[in-house]
């Protein structure tokens, strides 16, 4: 284990930004949801189901995605589910159905499922026992901030580009993620 603690705190950061994104992305349909209802066509009912498409896949796929991860290797394991939650986030500006949007969904959930067991992983990897409850408090804040700045960011999106480009916008910032990660991580 590096003993420098500043270059600690600076993964814990890279991992926290993940986790902004990743709730950015997850909380871009539920903004855009009464918008999108009237688009799309589709009912409360109809939005029930793509909301449970992703707490389903999500759910799933957390004990999954954490034995890939352990399997692959954190720096690898991060990055490969890091792009793919980035693109099943824009593939939603493609969704033409409610059907169409739950598949992306269900997409979305099975990809960023990996989010809380990397950054606990990373946690475990970087940070000595006693600091690790810190450590990984710290990164979940990244949560939190997304969840914050979702409506703010995916409502300017939606005036000022439209729907569609919110979610490209949101499912890039992923993207950018994953080549920051594979980057500057290592272990």
């Known amino acids: 284990m590096i003993k420098t603690r500043g270059l600690r705190w600076y993964i814990l950061v890279l991992v926290g930004l993940g986790g902004v994104v990743n709730y950015i992305d ?42 890939i991860i352990d399997l692959i290797g954190l720096r690898i394991g991060y990055f490969i589910f890091a792009v793919l939650w980035g693109l099943s986030a824009v593939l939603h500006a493609f969704a033409g159905s409610w059907q169409a949007m739950a598949a992306f969904r269900g997409l ?48 300017w999106l939606l005036l000022t580009w439209g729907w569609q480009y919110a979610f490209i916008a949101t499912g890039l910032a992923a993207l950018v993620v994953a080549v920051l990660w594979i980057i500057l991580y290592r272990d």
Do not use: C, D
């Open 26 to 67: 997850r909380n871009t349909l539920a903004v855009l949801a009464p918008a999108l209802e009237k688009i799309l066509h589709f009912s409360t009912e109809q939005y029930s189901f793509i909301v449970v498409a992703f707490l389903l896949f999500y759910s799933l796929m957390q004990p999954v995605a954490g034995y």
């Open 108 to 155: 979305l959930g099975v990809a960023a499922s990996a989010n809380i067991p990397a950054t606990v992983k990373t946690a475990a990897l970087w940070f000595p026992p006693k600091e690790r409850s810190v450590a990984t408090g710290w990164a979940n804040i990244g949560s939190s901030v997304g969840a914050m700045v979702t409506p703010i960011l995916v409502v």
